[in-house]
């Protein structure tokens, strides 16, 4: 694949700025038609599949940010003169066309486009049929950006193709296929994996943990439990569970507070054995599959347990490996519970809403990947490149 310069790359990105800008009232027309034919069933993908005004200027803010970052392709990783006179260069190279699967949040064909683009990679996108009209209009001003810079249109494809072609496509891909990105619930990453023939980065589901040590500031905990659970259902990032150490101080009226405070925001909450012993008007968890589950509406599981080990243990069995958070004022449990706890991201007092590429400086994000190869955590612009070693000689053979 030809290596665009950095220059060309932001000229395309200044165009995609000024296309949306001047293209915005089209755009929430298109997504308008999306959001008339969408029944509401599901309130999380309704809230991610509405665009307006401030989620177009987050677009704008995305392509502004990757254009000010630094070009992480052809960038040089190690270099190294051996005792045999070869120079070995290491340097960082695009995959080379990365498919994204997503579901409902049109602002994703600006985010993952400007990062696979900039990455110098191919990018297809195959967004959910719920948000067809919205992806369309973006992927056009998309293609205006390239034609207005003398590039190919081919860099950005859109693939609107049903379950059955998706699942031939994955099987036998009719171009170059290097990297697929799943971004949506347990169902869909399960069919990418069973179907694809390349690898696959997941972004895996959320399902957040949060203990509540017995040295933890209790004000503190209580405005990060409700940021983390109501801030925004609709996130991966959102909480779901929250395990409370017995051997808090006062804990039976904490606990109370905490459920008074949770239903008062209009969260349901559901309790595990320990816990109904305390909260004994809240629903008991029957089946522990539960705690497996990822919600995404208002609704939340409190557990008890006994030490930060009992966490730990708990959240590596259940956990969808996403985010999770300690709060405690004793710096030692949470080195301890950070350093055990198998996550991407892992906080000591502070929200997990903040799993975000821009919230932890990381930029626009592709997705949050769970997976440990090659990257874990948000897929910013320099996660998405691979390397590729040069090796210099001079008519050198092995002997």
């Known amino acids: 694949m030809e290596l665009l310069s950095e220059n060309i790359k932001n000229n395309v990105l200044k165009s995609m700025v000024n296309l949306l800008r001047d293209n915005q009232d089209d755009l929430l027309q298109a997504n308008k038609k999306d959001i008339e034919a969408f029944t509401r069933e599901d309130q999380a993908m309704y809230d991610r599949l509405i665009l307006n005004e401030k989620k177009v200027e987050g677009m704008i803010t995305a392509i502004k940010e990757v254009q000010a970052q630094q070009d992480p392709v052809n960038k040089i990783i190690s270099k190294n003169t051996l005792n045999s006179g070869l120079e070995v260069v290491n340097k960082t190279a695009p995959f080379g066309t990365i498919m994204i699967i997503y579901e409902s949040r049109p602002d994703v064909t600006v985010e993952a486009t400007v990062l696979a683009f900039k990455a ?3 990018i297809l996108l195959k967004g959910g049929k719920e948000a067809l009209h919205s992806n369309t209009a973006i992927v056009k001003l998309w293609h205006k950006a390239l034609e207005e810079n003398n ?9 609107n193709m049903n379950r059955q072609e998706t699942q031939a496509f994955l099987k036998n891909p009719t171009e170059p296929l290097d990297l697929i990105v799943p971004r949506g619930g347990e169902q869909l990453i399960k069919f990418v994996k069973e179907h694809a023939k390349c690898a696959v980065l997941v972004s895996g589901r959320g399902n957040n943990f949060l203990y509540v040590d017995k040295y933890a500031d209790w004000k503190q905990t209580l405005a990060v439990i409700l940021n983390a659970k109501t801030h925004k259902i609709s996130a991966c990032n959102a909480l779901d569970k929250i395990l409370v150490n017995k051997n808090i101080p006062d804990y039976q009226n904490k606990i109370e507070e905490l459920n008074t405070i949770l239903k008062e925001s209009g969260v349901t909450v559901l309790v595990d054995e320990k816990t109904k012993e305390v909260l004994k008007d809240e629903k008991l968890i029957i089946d522990n599959s539960i705690w497996y589950e990822e919600f ?3 609704k939340c599981c409190i557990g008890a347990v006994d030490s930060v080990f009992e966490a730990i243990e708990k959240i590596n069995e259940y956990s969808g ?3 999770t958070s300690i709060m405690t004022t004793n710096n030692d449990v949470a080195k301890t519970f950070m350093e055990q706890v198998d996550c991407a ?3 000591q007092n502070a929200s997990t809403r903040f799993t975000d590429g821009g919230q932890i400086g990381v930029g626009a994000e592709l997705a949050i990947s769970t997976d ?4 874990r955590g948000p897929l910013g612009l320099k996660e998405l490149v691979t390397n590729k070693y040069y090796v210099f000689g001079d008519g050198h053979v092995r002997v």
Do not use: P, Q, W
């Open 120 to 122: 110098n990679n191919k």
């Open 151 to 159: 590039l190919s249109t081919d860099f950005i494809k859109m693939l």
């Open 296 to 298: 995404l509406e208002m």
């Open 321 to 323: 490996g996403h985010s």
């Open 345 to 347: 991201v892992v906080y």
């Open 372 to 375: 440990k190869l090659h990257h």
